[in-house]
């Protein structure tokens, strides 16, 4: 699937690649998101966190299985 | 870890086979979402909804646990190690949030379906964007992932480098890829 690694980093250089850092940050960006939309759905990240009936009323079926209002 | 080179080579390949194939079939829930929102047959629409739990737990599910798996395997086997690199750190940290995040939204599939059953809900409400955008991520990750497994940017974390003044260099006649 691909070629030989190159390392050891044979330039000795020990500093983090930028690379790496910009990836950390948009993983970081990336957690807080989730954690912010699980705060959002009341620590849920299932129906509760997806539902999109707005002002309707949800099917009789949906309630029965305990899913709330907004 | 201790393996011979043939089931290496077998735990790298069978982790190629499996992240490929979990890449494919969240390719194709993103193409079933599609349908979902954009279908104007009431019942393409609703088998949608309706198809995508049992899909899930029948393949995207044992696709991620395979991927993580056998990258565990891979990794562990291979002189890349699974702490040393940061390009293998990051595909583990996106395999594993993928995972996570997929079993939460197993929840979410079931509750779509159950709507989608109920003949009084209009298609309005069967109709859910939320799919294809958890698709659309997911896409996203695999895609950066199996692009780190292929190029192996360069960068060794502080423990690989300790562990390299350790054990002096890596031979690279002695490393397997890794993908």
């Given at each position: 699937m691909a070629d030989r690694p190159?390392?050891?980093d044979s330039d000795g250089d020990t500093r983090t690649p930028r690379w790496v850092k910009v990836f950390a940050i948009i993983a970081l960006v990336l957690v807080l998101l989730v954690v912010i939309m699980m705060f959002i759905g009341d620590g849920d990240h299932g129906p509760g966190r997806h539902r999109r009936f707005g002002g309707q009323t949800p099917p009789s079926s949906v309630m029965a299985h305990g899913v709330q209002q907004p | 870890m201790i393996m011979t080179p043939g089931i290496r080579k077998f735990a790298l390949t069978a982790h190629i086979i499996s992240t490929i194939g979990w890449l494919g079939a969240v390719v194709v829930f993103l193409a079933l979402a599609g349908v979902g929102l954009t279908s104007q047959d009431d019942q393409t629409a609703r088998g949608v909804y309706l198809v995508m739990e049992p899909a899930a737990w029948l393949v995207l599910v044992p696709l991620a646990f395979a991927s993580l798996l056998t990258g565990l395997m891979s990794s562990l086997a291979a002189?890349?190690?699974?702490?040393?690199h940061y390009w293998v750190l990051f595909k583990l940290l996106i395999s594993v949030f993928a995972t996570v995040v997929l079993l939460l939204y197993m929840e979410t599939f079931g509750f779509m379906a159950d709507v989608a059953a109920?003949?009084?809900?209009?298609l309005g409400m069967v109709r859910n964007a939320s799919p294809a955008l958890h698709a659309a991520l997911a896409l996203v990750l695999l895609l950066v992932a199996t692009v780190l497994g292929v190029y192996k940017p360069r960068g060794m974390t502080p423990y690989g480098r300790r562990n390299q003044d350790k054990q002096?260099?890596?031979?690279p006649a002695s490393a397997q890829p890794l993908g």
């Open positions: 190159p390392y050891p | 002189p890349w190690g699974l702490f040393r109920d003949p009084s809900a209009d002096g260099t890596v031979s």
